[in-house]
Protein backbone atom coordinates (compact mmCIF):
# COMPACT_ATOMS: atom_id res chain seq x y z
CA UNK A 1 0.00 0.00 0.00
CA UNK A 2 1.53 3.47 -1.05
CA UNK A 3 1.71 6.13 1.50
CA UNK A 4 -1.32 8.41 -0.49
CA UNK A 5 -3.54 5.26 -0.12
CA UNK A 6 -2.74 4.98 3.10
CA UNK A 7 -3.78 8.03 3.73
CA UNK A 8 -7.03 7.98 2.31
CA UNK A 9 -7.81 4.67 3.61
CA UNK A 10 -7.23 4.84 7.53
CA UNK A 11 -8.89 8.37 8.64
CA UNK A 12 -6.80 8.37 11.53
CA UNK A 13 -3.73 9.43 9.58
CA UNK A 14 -5.72 12.21 7.77
CA UNK A 15 -6.03 13.80 11.56
CA UNK A 16 -2.12 13.91 12.47
CA UNK A 17 -1.58 17.81 12.01
CA UNK A 18 1.48 19.54 13.47
CA UNK A 19 2.47 16.36 15.07
CA UNK A 20 -0.91 15.04 17.03
CA UNK A 21 -3.72 13.33 16.13
CA UNK A 22 -6.60 15.49 16.18
CA UNK A 23 -9.66 12.82 15.62
CA UNK A 24 -8.15 10.30 18.78
CA UNK A 25 -5.60 12.97 20.82
CA UNK A 26 -7.54 16.10 20.55
CA UNK A 27 -6.55 18.77 22.82
CA UNK A 28 -8.64 21.88 23.01
CA UNK A 29 -5.78 23.68 24.86
CA UNK A 30 -3.31 21.71 22.33
CA UNK A 31 -0.69 24.39 20.51
CA UNK A 32 -0.70 21.66 17.56
CA UNK A 33 -4.51 23.17 17.79
CA UNK A 34 -4.17 26.71 18.06
CA UNK A 35 -0.91 27.02 15.11
CA UNK A 36 -2.91 25.00 12.58
CA UNK A 37 -6.04 26.24 12.97
CA UNK A 38 -7.87 26.31 9.68
CA UNK A 39 -6.36 23.15 8.91
CA UNK A 40 -7.10 21.17 11.77
CA UNK A 41 -11.05 22.35 11.59
CA UNK A 42 -11.00 21.41 7.85
CA UNK A 43 -9.76 17.92 9.01
CA UNK A 44 -12.89 17.37 11.55
CA UNK A 45 -15.64 18.96 9.22
CA UNK A 46 -14.08 16.50 6.55
CA UNK A 47 -13.46 13.55 8.65
CA UNK A 48 -14.19 13.79 12.12
CA UNK A 49 -17.91 14.50 13.08
CA UNK A 50 -17.04 13.19 17.09
CA UNK A 51 -13.31 13.57 17.83
CA UNK A 52 -11.78 11.96 20.95
CA UNK A 53 -9.55 14.05 23.38
CA UNK A 54 -7.66 12.39 26.87
CA UNK A 55 -6.47 15.86 28.21
CA UNK A 56 -8.51 17.21 31.65
CA UNK A 57 -9.70 13.69 32.51
CA UNK A 58 -11.17 12.90 28.69
CA UNK A 59 -13.86 14.54 26.77
CA UNK A 60 -15.76 14.51 23.36
CA UNK A 61 -15.38 17.30 21.00
CA UNK A 62 -18.37 18.10 18.28
CA UNK A 63 -17.46 20.38 15.33
CA UNK A 64 -20.24 20.39 13.00
CA UNK A 65 -22.67 23.01 13.08
CA UNK A 66 -25.81 21.02 12.37
CA UNK A 67 -24.14 18.25 15.48
CA UNK A 68 -24.11 21.22 17.72
CA UNK A 69 -27.62 23.02 16.61
CA UNK A 70 -28.83 19.20 17.70
CA UNK A 71 -27.49 18.80 20.71
CA UNK A 72 -28.19 22.26 21.88
CA UNK A 73 -31.86 21.97 21.45
CA UNK A 74 -32.31 18.86 23.24
CA UNK A 75 -31.41 19.80 26.48
CA UNK A 76 -33.10 16.91 28.47
CA UNK A 77 -30.39 14.59 27.07
CA UNK A 78 -27.57 17.50 26.98
CA UNK A 79 -27.52 18.91 30.52
CA UNK A 80 -25.69 22.05 30.91
CA UNK A 81 -25.46 21.43 35.45
CA UNK A 82 -22.34 19.49 35.06
CA UNK A 83 -20.28 22.46 34.04
CA UNK A 84 -19.20 24.00 30.84
CA UNK A 85 -15.86 22.59 30.98
CA UNK A 86 -14.31 19.64 32.07
CA UNK A 87 -13.62 19.58 35.90
CA UNK A 88 -16.24 21.76 36.64
CA UNK A 89 -18.03 19.21 39.84
CA UNK A 90 -17.32 18.69 42.89
CA UNK A 91 -15.53 21.79 43.86
CA UNK A 92 -16.55 25.08 45.60
CA UNK A 93 -15.82 27.73 42.61
CA UNK A 94 -18.43 29.70 41.83
CA UNK A 95 -20.87 28.81 39.56
CA UNK A 96 -21.97 30.33 36.30
CA UNK A 97 -26.01 30.94 35.83
CA UNK A 98 -27.57 30.88 33.64
CA UNK A 99 -25.11 29.01 31.59
CA UNK A 100 -24.91 26.21 34.14
CA UNK A 101 -28.53 25.61 34.71
CA UNK A 102 -31.11 23.40 32.43
CA UNK A 103 -34.26 25.00 31.33
CA UNK A 104 -37.05 25.47 33.12
CA UNK A 105 -35.14 27.01 35.89
CA UNK A 106 -32.32 28.40 32.96
CA UNK A 107 -35.43 29.92 31.36
CA UNK A 108 -36.77 32.21 34.28
CA UNK A 109 -33.36 33.70 34.26
CA UNK A 110 -33.04 34.05 30.61
CA UNK A 111 -36.80 35.86 30.47
CA UNK A 112 -35.88 38.17 33.54
CA UNK A 113 -32.56 39.04 31.53
CA UNK A 114 -33.48 39.44 28.13
CA UNK A 115 -35.22 42.59 28.81
CA UNK A 116 -31.79 44.23 29.30
CA UNK A 117 -29.67 43.12 26.45
CA UNK A 118 -32.35 43.36 23.26
CA UNK A 119 -31.82 45.10 20.47
CA UNK A 120 -33.65 48.07 21.95
CA UNK A 121 -32.07 48.17 25.24
CA UNK A 122 -28.81 47.82 23.87
CA UNK A 123 -29.28 50.69 21.04
CA UNK A 124 -29.66 52.96 23.90
CA UNK A 125 -25.90 52.27 24.92
CA UNK A 126 -24.35 53.83 22.18
CA UNK A 127 -23.28 56.73 23.40
CA UNK A 128 -21.60 55.50 26.26
CA UNK A 129 -19.90 52.75 23.94
CA UNK A 130 -18.53 55.44 21.63
CA UNK A 131 -17.76 57.55 24.39
CA UNK A 132 -15.54 55.18 26.47
CA UNK A 133 -13.94 53.83 22.84
CA UNK A 134 -12.83 57.22 21.85
CA UNK A 135 -11.58 57.99 25.40
CA UNK A 136 -9.37 54.77 24.95
CA UNK A 137 -8.27 55.97 21.53
CA UNK A 138 -7.05 59.18 22.80
CA UNK A 139 -4.81 57.43 25.44
CA UNK A 140 -2.77 55.91 22.28
CA UNK A 141 -3.68 58.23 19.22
CA UNK A 142 -0.18 60.55 19.38
CA UNK A 143 1.85 57.47 19.27
CA UNK A 144 1.40 56.19 15.87
CA UNK A 145 1.66 52.68 17.59
CA UNK A 146 0.47 50.47 20.30
CA UNK A 147 -0.79 47.00 21.12
CA UNK A 148 -4.02 47.01 20.36
CA UNK A 149 -5.24 44.52 23.25
CA UNK A 150 -3.64 46.21 25.82
CA UNK A 151 -4.26 50.01 24.68
CA UNK A 152 -7.70 49.07 23.43
CA UNK A 153 -8.99 45.65 22.99
CA UNK A 154 -8.99 43.93 26.81
CA UNK A 155 -10.51 47.26 28.66
CA UNK A 156 -13.53 48.56 26.17
CA UNK A 157 -16.13 45.54 27.35
CA UNK A 158 -14.56 46.08 30.54
CA UNK A 159 -15.78 49.66 30.49
CA UNK A 160 -18.73 49.06 29.01
CA UNK A 161 -20.07 46.49 31.34
CA UNK A 162 -18.91 48.53 34.61
CA UNK A 163 -20.07 52.03 33.19
CA UNK A 164 -23.26 51.07 31.26
CA UNK A 165 -24.46 47.91 32.88
CA UNK A 166 -23.85 47.98 36.42
CA UNK A 167 -22.49 51.38 37.31
CA UNK A 168 -19.48 50.40 39.51
CA UNK A 169 -16.86 52.57 39.80
CA UNK A 170 -13.82 52.61 37.02
CA UNK A 171 -10.92 52.64 39.86
CA UNK A 172 -12.09 49.11 40.52
CA UNK A 173 -11.81 48.12 36.86
CA UNK A 174 -8.02 47.06 36.45
CA UNK A 175 -8.75 44.54 39.64
CA UNK A 176 -11.69 42.93 38.22
CA UNK A 177 -10.59 42.59 34.69
CA UNK A 178 -7.05 40.80 36.21
CA UNK A 179 -9.39 38.54 38.35
CA UNK A 180 -11.97 37.63 35.47
CA UNK A 181 -9.23 37.75 32.79
CA UNK A 182 -6.81 35.16 35.48
CA UNK A 183 -10.63 32.90 35.50
CA UNK A 184 -11.20 32.57 31.68
CA UNK A 185 -7.73 32.56 30.23
CA UNK A 186 -5.42 31.87 33.17
CA UNK A 187 -3.13 28.72 34.06
CA UNK A 188 -6.56 26.05 34.79
CA UNK A 189 -5.29 25.43 38.34
CA UNK A 190 -5.54 29.16 38.64
CA UNK A 191 -8.88 29.69 37.19
CA UNK A 192 -11.21 28.78 40.12
CA UNK A 193 -9.35 31.29 42.48
CA UNK A 194 -9.60 33.99 39.56
CA UNK A 195 -13.60 33.06 39.39
CA UNK A 196 -13.58 33.45 43.39
CA UNK A 197 -12.01 36.98 43.00
CA UNK A 198 -14.96 37.84 40.87
CA UNK A 199 -17.32 36.63 42.98
CA UNK A 200 -16.27 37.87 46.24
CA UNK A 201 -15.99 41.90 44.53
CA UNK A 202 -19.39 41.29 42.61
CA UNK A 203 -21.17 40.30 46.05
CA UNK A 204 -20.03 42.91 47.77
CA UNK A 205 -21.21 45.06 45.05
CA UNK A 206 -24.60 43.75 45.03
CA UNK A 207 -24.98 43.68 49.60
CA UNK A 208 -24.51 47.50 48.72
CA UNK A 209 -26.80 47.66 45.95
CA UNK A 210 -29.35 46.32 47.74
CA UNK A 211 -29.28 48.66 50.53
CA UNK A 212 -29.63 52.01 47.91
CA UNK A 213 -32.71 52.67 46.38
CA UNK A 214 -33.57 50.59 42.86
CA UNK A 215 -32.18 52.36 39.81
CA UNK A 216 -34.28 50.03 37.84
CA UNK A 217 -31.40 48.08 36.10
CA UNK A 218 -30.50 44.93 35.12
CA UNK A 219 -28.55 45.08 38.76
CA UNK A 220 -31.83 45.32 40.38
CA UNK A 221 -33.79 43.08 37.98
CA UNK A 222 -31.25 40.37 39.60
CA UNK A 223 -31.71 41.11 42.89
CA UNK A 224 -35.25 40.49 42.05
CA UNK A 225 -34.32 37.51 41.13
CA UNK A 226 -37.08 34.27 40.09
CA UNK A 227 -38.26 31.22 41.53
CA UNK A 228 -36.01 27.57 41.23
CA UNK A 229 -37.98 24.56 40.33
CA UNK A 230 -39.07 24.35 43.96
CA UNK A 231 -41.16 27.38 43.41
CA UNK A 232 -38.54 29.14 46.01
CA UNK A 233 -37.31 32.36 45.23
CA UNK A 234 -33.76 32.12 44.27
CA UNK A 235 -30.62 32.24 47.07
CA UNK A 236 -28.44 34.73 47.55
CA UNK A 237 -25.62 32.81 45.79
CA UNK A 238 -27.52 32.21 42.79
CA UNK A 239 -27.80 35.88 42.09
CA UNK A 240 -24.16 36.00 42.70
CA UNK A 241 -23.61 33.66 40.03
CA UNK A 242 -26.03 35.41 37.66
CA UNK A 243 -24.22 38.36 37.99
CA UNK A 244 -20.60 36.56 37.44
CA UNK A 245 -21.91 34.98 34.50
CA UNK A 246 -23.04 38.03 33.17
CA UNK A 247 -19.40 39.59 33.59
CA UNK A 248 -17.59 36.86 32.44
CA UNK A 249 -19.41 36.58 29.36
CA UNK A 250 -18.92 39.33 28.14
CA UNK A 251 -15.08 40.51 28.58
CA UNK A 252 -12.89 38.35 27.10
CA UNK A 253 -14.92 36.96 24.26
CA UNK A 254 -16.02 40.94 23.30
CA UNK A 255 -11.96 42.02 23.58
CA UNK A 256 -10.83 38.97 21.25
CA UNK A 257 -13.84 40.29 18.96
CA UNK A 258 -12.52 43.91 18.86
CA UNK A 259 -8.77 42.65 18.30
CA UNK A 260 -10.06 40.50 15.63
CA UNK A 261 -11.62 43.57 13.55
CA UNK A 262 -8.80 45.90 13.99
CA UNK A 263 -7.03 42.72 12.70
CA UNK A 264 -9.47 42.55 9.45
CA UNK A 265 -9.49 46.57 8.97
CA UNK A 266 -4.70 46.00 8.94
CA UNK A 267 -4.84 43.16 6.81
CA UNK A 268 -7.71 43.90 4.37
CA UNK A 269 -7.62 47.72 2.95
CA UNK A 270 -10.08 47.37 0.08
CA UNK A 271 -12.56 46.17 2.25
CA UNK A 272 -11.28 48.79 4.76
CA UNK A 273 -11.82 51.15 2.37
CA UNK A 274 -15.13 50.40 0.76
CA UNK A 275 -16.63 50.31 4.50
CA UNK A 276 -15.38 54.18 5.59
CA UNK A 277 -17.16 54.96 1.93
CA UNK A 278 -20.37 53.49 3.00
CA UNK A 279 -20.85 52.67 6.40
CA UNK A 280 -23.88 50.80 6.18
CA UNK A 281 -21.57 48.30 5.08
CA UNK A 282 -20.61 47.93 9.48
CA UNK A 283 -22.79 45.90 10.48
CA UNK A 284 -22.30 42.69 8.19
CA UNK A 285 -18.78 42.89 8.23
CA UNK A 286 -18.89 43.26 11.97
CA UNK A 287 -20.94 39.85 11.76
CA UNK A 288 -19.00 38.22 9.59
CA UNK A 289 -15.74 38.92 11.99
CA UNK A 290 -17.78 37.51 14.42
CA UNK A 291 -17.92 34.40 12.40
CA UNK A 292 -14.43 34.71 11.24
CA UNK A 293 -12.64 35.60 14.93
CA UNK A 294 -15.53 33.28 16.94
CA UNK A 295 -14.00 33.86 20.60
CA UNK A 296 -15.39 30.98 21.94
CA UNK A 297 -13.48 27.88 21.08
CA UNK A 298 -15.77 25.54 22.84
CA UNK A 299 -18.68 25.05 25.51
CA UNK A 300 -19.69 21.65 27.13
CA UNK A 301 -22.28 19.58 27.82
CA UNK A 302 -22.94 16.06 29.85
CA UNK A 303 -24.75 13.46 28.50
CA UNK A 304 -27.81 12.58 30.98
CA UNK A 305 -28.07 8.69 29.49
CA UNK A 306 -26.18 6.83 27.16
CA UNK A 307 -26.66 7.76 23.50
CA UNK A 308 -24.88 8.62 20.61
CA UNK A 309 -23.52 11.48 17.97
CA UNK A 310 -23.47 10.46 14.58
CA UNK A 311 -22.87 6.48 15.01
CA UNK A 312 -20.46 7.69 17.89
CA UNK A 313 -21.45 5.95 21.23
CA UNK A 314 -21.74 8.64 24.33
CA UNK A 315 -21.62 6.82 27.68
CA UNK A 316 -23.85 8.80 30.61
CA UNK A 317 -21.53 11.17 32.33
CA UNK A 318 -19.59 11.89 29.17
CA UNK A 319 -18.72 15.83 28.49
CA UNK A 320 -18.82 16.16 24.55
CA UNK A 321 -17.55 20.02 24.07
CA UNK A 322 -19.27 21.88 21.59
CA UNK A 323 -16.66 23.17 19.10
CA UNK A 324 -18.38 26.44 17.97
CA UNK A 325 -15.49 28.54 16.79
CA UNK A 326 -14.93 25.14 14.29
CA UNK A 327 -18.97 25.16 13.65
CA UNK A 328 -18.61 28.65 12.46
CA UNK A 329 -16.03 27.47 9.92
CA UNK A 330 -18.39 24.30 8.67
CA UNK A 331 -18.26 24.17 5.15
CA UNK A 332 -21.37 22.89 4.97
CA UNK A 333 -22.74 25.93 6.37
CA UNK A 334 -20.48 28.51 4.59
CA UNK A 335 -18.61 29.15 1.80
CA UNK A 336 -15.61 29.26 1.66
CA UNK A 337 -15.33 29.74 5.06
CA UNK A 338 -11.68 30.21 6.31
CA UNK A 339 -11.92 33.82 4.12
CA UNK A 340 -13.58 36.79 5.13
CA UNK A 341 -15.99 38.11 3.02
CA UNK A 342 -18.04 41.10 4.44
CA UNK A 343 -21.03 40.36 1.60
CA UNK A 344 -21.34 37.31 3.44
CA UNK A 345 -25.09 36.53 4.50
CA UNK A 346 -25.05 34.84 8.16
CA UNK A 347 -28.63 34.10 8.79
CA UNK A 348 -26.73 32.29 12.18
CA UNK A 349 -24.14 32.96 13.78
CA UNK A 350 -22.90 29.90 15.17
CA UNK A 351 -20.10 31.83 16.93
CA UNK A 352 -22.90 33.02 19.69
CA UNK A 353 -23.99 29.69 20.00
CA UNK A 354 -27.32 27.90 19.56
CA UNK A 355 -30.99 26.95 21.36
CA UNK A 356 -31.50 28.24 24.95
CA UNK A 357 -28.06 29.25 25.96
CA UNK A 358 -27.28 31.54 23.06
CA UNK A 359 -25.26 34.30 24.20
CA UNK A 360 -27.62 36.82 25.84
CA UNK A 361 -25.00 39.65 25.31
CA UNK A 362 -25.09 39.22 21.42
CA UNK A 363 -26.36 42.77 20.61
CA UNK A 364 -24.09 44.16 23.11
CA UNK A 365 -21.15 42.12 21.75
CA UNK A 366 -22.15 43.44 17.99
CA UNK A 367 -22.89 47.45 18.73
CA UNK A 368 -18.87 47.28 20.39
CA UNK A 369 -17.84 45.83 17.46
CA UNK A 370 -19.73 48.06 15.07
CA UNK A 371 -18.64 51.17 17.31
CA UNK A 372 -14.64 50.25 17.25
CA UNK A 373 -14.54 49.46 13.52
CA UNK A 374 -16.58 53.03 12.75
CA UNK A 375 -13.93 54.74 15.42
CA UNK A 376 -11.22 53.17 13.41
CA UNK A 377 -11.99 53.73 9.87
CA UNK A 378 -12.98 57.37 11.02
CA UNK A 379 -9.78 58.21 13.81
CA UNK A 380 -6.56 55.55 12.65
CA UNK A 381 -7.89 55.30 8.64
CA UNK A 382 -4.37 54.00 7.99
CA UNK A 383 -3.57 50.95 10.77
CA UNK A 384 -1.37 48.46 9.83
CA UNK A 385 0.46 45.62 11.68
CA UNK A 386 3.54 47.00 12.67
CA UNK A 387 5.72 45.59 9.96
CA UNK A 388 7.03 42.07 10.34
CA UNK A 389 4.35 40.92 13.07
CA UNK A 390 1.46 38.98 12.80
CA UNK A 391 -1.35 38.33 15.64
CA UNK A 392 -1.01 34.91 17.63
CA UNK A 393 -3.55 32.94 18.49
CA UNK A 394 -3.84 30.92 21.65
CA UNK A 395 -6.31 28.59 22.82
CA UNK A 396 -8.02 28.00 26.57
CA UNK A 397 -10.47 25.08 26.29
CA UNK A 398 -13.39 27.56 25.91
CA UNK A 399 -12.00 30.95 24.37
CA UNK A 400 -9.83 31.58 21.47
CA UNK A 401 -7.72 34.15 22.37
CA UNK A 402 -5.58 36.66 20.31
CA UNK A 403 -2.44 37.09 22.49
CA UNK A 404 -1.13 40.46 20.71
CA UNK A 405 -1.90 43.15 17.84
CA UNK A 406 0.92 45.63 17.11
CA UNK A 407 -0.52 48.30 14.99
CA UNK A 408 0.95 51.29 13.67
CA UNK A 409 -0.59 54.56 12.03
CA UNK A 410 -0.51 58.17 11.30
CA UNK A 411 -0.63 59.53 14.91
CA UNK A 412 -3.85 61.84 15.28
CA UNK A 413 -5.36 64.18 17.36
CA UNK A 414 -6.93 63.16 21.07
CA UNK A 415 -10.76 64.10 20.90
CA UNK A 416 -12.04 64.27 24.57
CA UNK A 417 -10.01 66.09 28.00
CA UNK A 418 -8.41 62.90 28.76
CA UNK A 419 -10.86 61.16 31.90
CA UNK B 1 -51.24 44.35 19.71
CA UNK B 2 -49.84 42.06 17.27
CA UNK B 3 -46.73 39.94 16.40
CA UNK B 4 -45.14 40.04 13.29
CA UNK B 5 -42.38 37.17 12.74
CA UNK B 6 -40.16 37.08 10.71
CA UNK B 7 -39.28 33.65 8.81
CA UNK B 8 -35.75 35.02 7.42
CA UNK B 9 -34.88 35.65 10.53
CA UNK B 10 -36.14 32.70 12.95
CA UNK B 11 -33.77 30.08 13.75
CA UNK B 12 -34.90 28.36 15.74
CA UNK B 13 -33.71 29.21 19.14
CA UNK B 14 -36.62 28.11 21.06
CA UNK B 15 -36.54 31.35 23.14
CA UNK B 16 -39.95 32.38 22.07
CA UNK B 17 -41.91 29.41 23.24
CA UNK B 18 -39.79 28.89 26.58
CA UNK B 19 -40.33 32.38 27.86
CA UNK B 20 -43.83 32.72 26.90
CA UNK B 21 -45.48 29.29 25.72
CA UNK B 22 -49.02 30.93 26.13
CA UNK B 23 -48.47 33.30 23.51
CA UNK B 24 -45.71 31.42 20.65
CA UNK B 25 -45.12 27.64 19.69
CA UNK B 26 -42.90 26.32 17.94
CA UNK B 27 -42.68 23.14 15.72
CA UNK B 28 -40.66 19.86 15.96
CA UNK B 29 -37.61 21.45 14.69
CA UNK B 30 -37.59 24.44 16.93
CA UNK B 31 -39.32 27.36 14.45
CA UNK B 32 -41.56 29.37 15.51
CA UNK B 33 -44.97 27.71 13.94
CA UNK B 34 -46.41 31.34 12.92
CA UNK B 35 -43.08 32.55 11.47
CA UNK B 36 -43.76 34.57 8.20
CA UNK B 37 -47.10 35.45 9.38
CA UNK B 38 -48.64 38.08 11.93
CA UNK B 39 -50.38 37.05 15.05
CA UNK B 40 -52.86 38.94 17.19
CA UNK B 41 -51.95 38.59 20.75
CA UNK B 42 -55.08 37.96 23.35
CA UNK B 43 -56.19 40.87 25.84
CA UNK B 44 -54.40 40.43 29.27
CA UNK B 45 -51.04 38.14 27.17
CA UNK B 46 -49.21 41.80 25.80
CA UNK B 47 -46.64 41.85 28.54
CA UNK B 48 -45.65 37.44 27.83
CA UNK B 49 -46.15 39.05 23.98
CA UNK B 50 -43.12 41.23 24.80
CA UNK B 51 -41.64 38.97 26.92
CA UNK B 52 -41.06 36.27 24.33
CA UNK B 53 -39.97 39.07 21.56
CA UNK B 54 -36.80 40.34 23.61
CA UNK B 55 -36.15 36.64 24.68
CA UNK B 56 -35.94 36.18 20.76
CA UNK B 57 -31.41 35.95 19.70
CA UNK B 58 -32.06 36.98 16.23
CA UNK B 59 -35.25 39.80 17.27
CA UNK B 60 -37.14 38.05 14.65
CA UNK B 61 -40.28 39.04 16.65
CA UNK B 62 -41.94 42.57 16.32
CA UNK B 63 -44.51 43.43 18.95
CA UNK B 64 -46.74 46.44 17.66
CA UNK B 65 -49.68 48.06 19.45
Known amino acids: MTTTEDNAATPDSAGTIGGRNHFTDFDLDSKEFSDNFDEVVDAVHAGCPVARSEALGGYWVVSGFDEIRRIEQDWETWTSTDGYEPNRLGDDNARLFPLELDPPYQTRWRALLGDFFSPRAIRSKKAGVEANANALIDRFIEAGECDFIDAFAAHLPGRVFFSTMLGVPLDDLPYLQAAADQAVRGPFETRGEGWNKVGAYLDGYMKQRQQEEPRGDFVDAILQGVNTDDGEPAPWHHKVFVMVDMLAGGLATTSILLAGIADFLATHPEDAARIKADLSLVPNAVEECLRYYASILALGRTATKDTEIEGCPIKKGDMVMLGFAAAARDPRHYDDPHRIKIDRKIPTNMAFGYGPHRCIGSHLARLQGQVAMELLLERLPDLKLAPGTKPTYSHSTVTRDIENLHIVFTPGPRVGDGT | ?65
Open chain 2, 1 to 65: MKAIIDSALCAAHGLCAATAPEVYDIDDDGYNVAAGTTVEIPAGQEAAARRGAAACPEAAIQVVE
